[in-house]
């Protein structure tokens, strides 16, 4: 089931066609995952997502997961927390931040790598790595980020102008 579509665009100014993402169908990761193509912004098919709801995290435009079971924190309380007190990110997770414009590093242990994406689906800025104690910059174009272990961005090739989508597990 889709929860929602985003494309990538460089910090400031989005740089890609949200509408010429190739398309995704199948499985994500351990559940299967049905994609709506070219289906618009905001939230499809799951009317009250919540913190124990998972991911996968799709760069659509390269055909590559980013994560295959990112956290949802869609609540004041759960955005705030992020990722304090975790001790790493293992492979394949993340946490997605919906809404967010922008994220810090204060009180974190490790590094990692953040894509900031519109509503519109397009990636308008990525931060390869994150290092603990530090902030990010507020980027009034994104409506979600996705947080994931370091390397990840650069691993996958994505890039500002990608195309990114969130899948619910089955």
Known sequence: ??????????????????????????????????????????????????????????NVTRGTALATRAELALSGRTRARGLLGRTSLEEGEGLVIRPCRGVHSFGMRFSIDVAYVSDAGVVVCVLVPLVPGKAGPMMWEASWVVELPEGVLERTGTVVGDRLQAFYYK
Not at 7 to 21: E, F
Not at 28 to 56: K, N
Request: aromatic fraction near 6%; charge should be neutral; proline fraction near 5%.
């Open 1 to 58: 089931m889709v929860f929602w579509t985003t494309a990538d665009t460089r910090c400031g100014a989005v740089t890609g066609d949200a509408a010429t993402g190739h398309a995704v169908t199948g499985r994500a990761a351990t559940g299967d995952a049905a994609f709506v193509p070219e289906s618009g912004a905001g939230i499809a098919a799951r009317p009250e997502p919540d913190r124990r709801s998972r991911v996968a995290v799709v």
